[in-house]
């Protein structure tokens, strides 16, 4: 038998739950009864196309009456549904088709706000019915709440206080009353600030709409202060840190809560540290003059620091060094060992803005390969390199002045890379760090052979080589400036002298052609090394005693009929070098080398090759390589 739709005098009318029959097919709303027209606001139910109650949720409806096709009965409260005036509604739907007319859905409709409502009258009813015993236990609960409150308030090694909106005192807690020397009897109640916080530690008075305290409730701010005077009870003020912050009653602003610490130890602490520091910069002050002073005594006592020779080639030396010392450009020196570029080096610093910071010297053939890197780029404290503190580099000891590396060659080649980069960026990783420092130095390098044979030999990386040799200087030998050496040995002379606490004898004539006539293969080095042998030699003589010892250092003099191999290859050496820098390095043809010394050309390419000569050696400065 077919459910009809109930008449509009069904016992449904007198529901007090809100009901509607839906005509799914038609969008209308074939019956409803008076809770759902009064809920609905609905003017004549018959009429009303309800989609129009729907809005955005239409495709929910949709959803849930297949829910409801397919399951017998659906429910749901996410379909948002308004009366007839546009007026939202929360509601939970339930949902039933009826028998035999599967396009029709029974609709009940309830209302959440009005239940909603009636559950919260509900339990205040419950509530008021609870009586004196559930008052007495939210009384007891908020009494233990307060106590706990409190014991960790008084438990606190801060002092804390409150103050209310008028600057009255409203708690205090146990380290506050220590610290001050107040009971909480003495403040609660009392303006706080007048007591305590009334004056500046100078005397001056301190004025309470000057404080910060009562700037956070008044200006609703959060103060933090780290130095400033609390007076006790028996008028010694203490030295305080503290934060002040609004406090609310229902987003009402109420009052503020200080939070202090005394620092009265901490801060005596400090001042004695400052005078400490200041005792300290004041002797750094003294050693740095002291030291300025035994510094500017040693260069005046050893001379033998300034370069000595009137030599062209010396007095070009000293003109590189005037002009490239007060830039902070790049400079690799070239020489043989013991022709004094340390000394070039160290002019050029002495002589530049960065003379007041240190000249750091590395010589890179002093340490083994494996420890160069920690020694010029530092290394962090670590079980794993073997370390126990934290060590800087030469690079991080340089910052600010000036980094000499010599014998550059002699760095390995992944490290001279490393060494490209930390220059072009101008920072510095230490080994096991992962924080680059920054880096600002002078760098001046040395080297025993021209870059280009380094670079040909692979000992040499030529970015690194193009970034460093921005100003070269070239230190000739000794052999190649004999003018030198008369000022020199005197020089050294002197030296030796006082050094041995000894008179000085008179170079004669005889040991100063044999010192002429010598190569000086170890250079000024070894010209020093025979003059302090032959002052120890002296001793007694009015002239001085040379030995030239078993080396056979003298080049062939006159009735000398033997020469040694040595000598031999060092005058073939010398008389080669002669020939390529007379010819101005042509080898072949008119005013070639080979002419001048009448052999045949491939004959003078395979002498070059056995004695290990190159372009640079002969070409010098006024040639460069092109």
């Known amino acids: 038998m077919r459910e009809q739709i109930p008449s509009t005098d069904s016992p449904l009318d007198s529901l007090p739950l809100a009901a509607l029959v839906l005509d799914t097919g038609r969008d209308r709303i074939a019956w409803a009864n008076e809770a759902a027209i009064r809920l609905l606001a609905l003017p004549d139910p018959v009429t009303i196309r309800f989609s129009s109650l729907l809005g955005a949720a239409l495709p929910k409806l949709v959803v849930f009456a297949d829910e409801v096709a397919h399951r017998g009965q659906a429910w749901s409260r996410d379909i948002a549904l308004s009366d007839c005036h546009g007026r939202p509604l929360q509601l939970e739907l339930r949902a039933r088709p009826l028998a035999g007319r599967p396009d029709q859905l029974l609709l009940t409709l309830l209302d959440l706000t009005e239940l909603e409502l009636r559950a919260e009258a509900t339990e205040a009813a419950q509530t008021f019915r609870s009586g004196l015993m559930e008052w007495k236990r939210a009384q007891t609960f908020f009494a233990e709440l307060e106590r706990q409150n409190q014991l960790i308030l ?369 250079n000024v080095r070894e010209l020093g090394n025979v003059i302090e042998r032959a002052v120890i030699l002296s001793t007694g003589h009015s002239k001085l005693v040379l030995d030239m010892g078993d080396e056979a250092l003298a080049r062939p003099t006159v009735g000398r009929a033997v020469l040694t191999d040595a000598e031999v290859q060092a005058i073939a050496r010398a008389n080669l070098l002669n020939a390529m820098r007379e010819a101005g390095g042509k080898v072949s043809g008119a005013g070639g080398a080979a002419g001048l010394l009448g052999v045949p050309a491939t004959t003078l390419y395979s002498r070059l090759a056995k004695l290990g000569l190159h372009e640079a050696e002969w070409a010098g400065p006024a040639n460069p390589r092109s």
């Open 154 to 522: 008084n438990a606190a090694g801060e002092g804390i206080y409150g103050v209310n909106a008028e600057g009255k005192t409203t708690f205090l807690n146990r380290a506050a009353q220590e610290m001050l020397g107040w009971t909480a009897a003495d403040l609660l109640g009392r303006d706080i600030h007048s007591v305590i916080h009334h004056h500046h530690l100078n005397g001056d008075f301190y004025p309470a709409h000057d404080c910060p305290i009562y700037r956070s409730f008044r200006f609703e701010q959060i103060h933090r202060i780290e130095n400033e005077v609390f007076w006790r009870k028996d008028g010694r003020p203490i030295r305080v840190e503290y934060v002040s912050t609004p406090i609310y009653d229902h987003k009402v602003l109420a009052g503020a809560v200080v939070i202090f610490r005394d620092i009265t130890e901490r801060y005596e602490a400090e001042r004695r540290l400052h005078e400490a520091l200041e005792q300290v910069d004041a002797l750094r002050d003294r050693l740095e003059q002291e030291n300025a002073y035994l510094q500017e005594a040693i260069t005046s006592e050893r001379a033998h620091h300034d370069i000595i020779g009137g030599s062209g080639a010396t007095r070009q030396v000293l003109t590189r060094i005037a002009l490239v010392a007060p830039t902070d450009a790049p400079v690799m020196i070239t020489g043989e060992a013991g022709t004094g570029k340390a000394l070039v080096a160290t002019a050029i610093h002495k002589d530049s803005p960065r003379h007041r910071r240190p000249l750091i010297t590395f010589k890179c053939s002093a340490h083994a390969p494996d420890a160069i890197e920690a020694e010029l780029f530092g290394q962090m404290r670590s079980h794993q390199l073997g370390t126990q503190r934290d060590r800087p580099g030469k690079l991080e000891l340089a910052h600010g002045g000036t980094l000499f590396l010599d014998d550059l060659a002699e760095m390995p080649p992944e490290l001279q890379g490393r060494l490209l980069h930390a220059l072009q960026t101008a920072q510095v990783t230490r080994l096991g760090d992962l924080r680059a420092r920054p880096l600002d130095i002078r760098i001046i390098t040395a080297l025993t052979r021209p870059p280009e044979v380094e670079i040909d030999a692979g000992r040499l990386r030529d970015d690194l080589a193009l970034f460093l040799n921005v100003f070269p200087i070239q230190c000739r030998p000794l052999r190649d400036r004999p003018d030198d050496i008369p000022a020199l040995a005197d020089h050294l002379l002197r030296l030796a002298c006082k050094r041995m606490n000894r008179p000085c004898p008179v170079i004669p004539t005889r040991a100063m052609t044999r010192l002429l006539a010598y190569d000086w293969p170890g």
